[in-house]
């Protein structure tokens, strides 16, 4: 019987392959899809540069202790007296003519090329402190969130995998119903001629001929379909026609101990954000709180560019406070209050909504555990229906209806058959996604 079997899947492959023979069938494994689409998907990418560009928003929060320093090279003329006066101080050429009052007040141009260092240090910077830890919040909930992306489309893979495996299936058991109606056909057309069968039975037959062709179009339709969507996973434009080398074959796992972990990805990235909207709100209090920062500065001037005989340091401390902003501060901190309570409601929500997903897997795992062992029974009922029927058509001892309904009922049976396999692996898989850690 395997045998027979073997002969069967292999006839339809070289039928399936002469219908599509414009097209470019490519095998190719699920290990082989994965490790493509971990590499080129365009939803991981963009998840990449999302932790990248959080990352580079907690890099920017190095300001909180680092110095910012800046330099100049200043030229100006001028005959302003206050800053004719000022230039010529800072160059250290002042002599007892300039206090002249004539010069003073009309003094001549003065040329002036200042280069300049400064540094500010900051000391104390409380809010900063805590949006720098908010900062490092949302860095890791993206890097989570990649994570879980990652999670997700290992499941997409799966999924989608499974679905060209049934798609192939479904034109392979649509196969053998259309060799099996063109048979019974040319039966029903002998006996017609013969006088043993009436029109309107032949056109019965005819008919179930048409509906099982339509019926394997429509499935060929569909492996496209899902060889397509394997290429965008992979984000391939070529768009071939995929055929699976992996068999779609019934999987099992223990129920036992499957539940939603705080410690899954997402939750924790969930429970990262909401820590983030709480550092905030930590800032915009700290904001009420005075800064405390250090400054200095070195001075080079002469009258000539580039030149440096005269030079001057300065350096000191400021403690500044925003005392009032009228009631910008106060509104600022109650609305990062409310985010911060919004994202505790928003994560407890989020668990609870897992846990229900959970629960409802759980179930349609266990529904599909037993519709599998039913479908299997009914698929060999109905196997065993077929041959007697069709043994008695040959001998004029069936209807032609009674054959015609064994046969629609053993292509459905195997159908469906097929298709709980998918759905019980299908569970499988998504409650691996629900419970991983």
Excluded: C
Excluded at 30 to 36: A, D, H, I, P, T
Excluded at 359 to 374: G, S
């Amino acid at each position: 019987m395997k045998k027979n079997k073997r002969i069967l899947i292999f006839s339809f492959l070289l039928s399936f392959v002469s219908i599509l023979q414009a097209q470019e069938l490519k095998p190719i494994s699920k290990s082989e899809v994965l490790s493509r689409v971990s590499e080129n998907n365009q939803s991981l990418k963009i998840s990449e540069q999302e932790f990248k560009q959080a990352r580079a928003d907690f890099r920017q929060t190095n300001a909180v202790f680092l110095p910012n320093i800046t330099a100049s090279h200043t030229a100006m003329a001028t005959t302003n007296p206050l800053m004719a006066f000022g230039s010529k101080l800072n160059q250290e050429i002042l002599t007892q003519n300039d206090f002249n009052p004539v010069l003073l007040n009309d003094p001549s141009q003065i040329e002036n090329f200042a280069t300049k260092l400064e540094i500010q240090q900051p000391l104390i910077n409380l809010d900063g402190m805590f949006q720098r830890k908010a900062a490092k919040s949302k860095m890791e909930a993206m890097s989570l969130k990649t994570e879980r992306t990652q999670d997700y489309l290992v499941f997409e893979v799966d999924k989608a995998y499974m679905q060209l495996q049934l798609s192939y299936k479904a034109v392979y058991v649509l196969d053998k119903a259309l060799e099996a109606a063109i048979a019974n056909k040319k039966l029903a057309d002998n006996s017609f001629k013969q006088g043993y069968l009436q029109r309107a039975d032949l056109l019965n037959v005819e008919v179930r001929v048409t509906e099982v062709q339509n019926q394997l179009q429509m499935a060929k339709s569909n492996v496209q379909n899902a060889s397509n969507y394997l290429s965008f996973l992979m984000n391939d434009d070529s768009f071939v026609v995929y055929t699976p080398t992996d068999e779609l074959t019934v999987t099992t796992i223990s129920l036992e101990d499957k539940k939603v972990s705080e410690n899954r990805s997402d939750i924790k990235a969930m429970q990262l954000a909401s820590n983030a909207y709480e550092a905030m709100n930590k800032a915009d209090k700290m904001a009420f709180l005075p800064r405390l920062n250090a400054f200095g500065s070195y001075e080079l001037y002469d009258d000539q560019i580039f030149k440096t005989d005269a030079n001057g340091y300065l350096f000191g401390a400021q403690l500044s406070w925003d005392l009032f902003q009228g009631s910008k501060r106060f509104g600022k901190a109650q609305k990062s209050k409310a985010e911060f309570e919004k994202s505790k409601l928003e994560y407890k929500q989020y668990v609870s909504q897992s846990r229900l997903e959970l629960n409802k897997a759980k179930r349609a795992f266990l529904d599909a555990e037993n519709k599998l062992k039913l479908t299997s029974l009914a698929l060999q009922q109905s196997e065993e229906s077929l041959r007697i029927r069709t043994n008695r058509f040959k001998e004029g001892l069936e209807k032609t209806s009674d054959l015609l309904i064994a046969e629609t009922q053993y292509a459905q049976k195997e159908l469906e058959y097929y298709q709980t396999i998918f759905e019980y692996n299908y569970t499988q898989a998504y409650l691996q996604f629900l419970t991983k850690e």
